[in-house]
Nanobody, 127 residues
């Protein structure tokens, strides 16, 4: 069973930075893509960023473009979300997810495209 361990969340002032990590373990498995989503209180889970594991392509929701950067270290089965110029509206629980099956959707912005999810890490941006 694939397990995802997120870390790096916390409290930061507006304009600050945080780096989230998501380490995948268990298996055997192969990661085809990793995505980051977030959910604020009273809101639906929303797509933040995604990264196919074997090609150099990245996807971002418009509100984080130019501020967030998704990356991965394939040797460690770990993904990262570097968040700069944070705003209060970025406050949410952030979840990482991975696609490990060849079947299913490859639309990276929808949650159902992913097979495994982390437990979430809280990001709070104070204004």
């Amino acid at each position: 069973q694939v397990q995802l361990m997120e870390s790096g969340g916390g409290l930061v002032q507006a304009g600050g930075s945080l780096r989230l990590s998501c380490a995948a373990s268990g298996g055997p498995f192969r990661i085809y893509a990793m995505g980051w989503f977030r959910q604020a209180p009273g809101k639906e889970r929303e797509f933040v960023a995604a990264l196919p594991w074997s090609v150099v392509s990245t996807y971002y929701t418009d509100s984080v473009k130019g501020r967030f950067t998704i990356s991965r270290d394939r040797s460690k089965n770990t993904g990262y979300l570097q968040m700069n110029s944070l705003k209060s509206e970025d406050s949410a629980v952030y979840y990482c997810a991975v696609k490990t099956r060849t079947s299913g959707s490859a639309v990276w912005s929808i949650p159902t495209s992913y097979d495994h999810w982390g437990q979430g890490t809280q990001v709070t941006v104070s204004s």
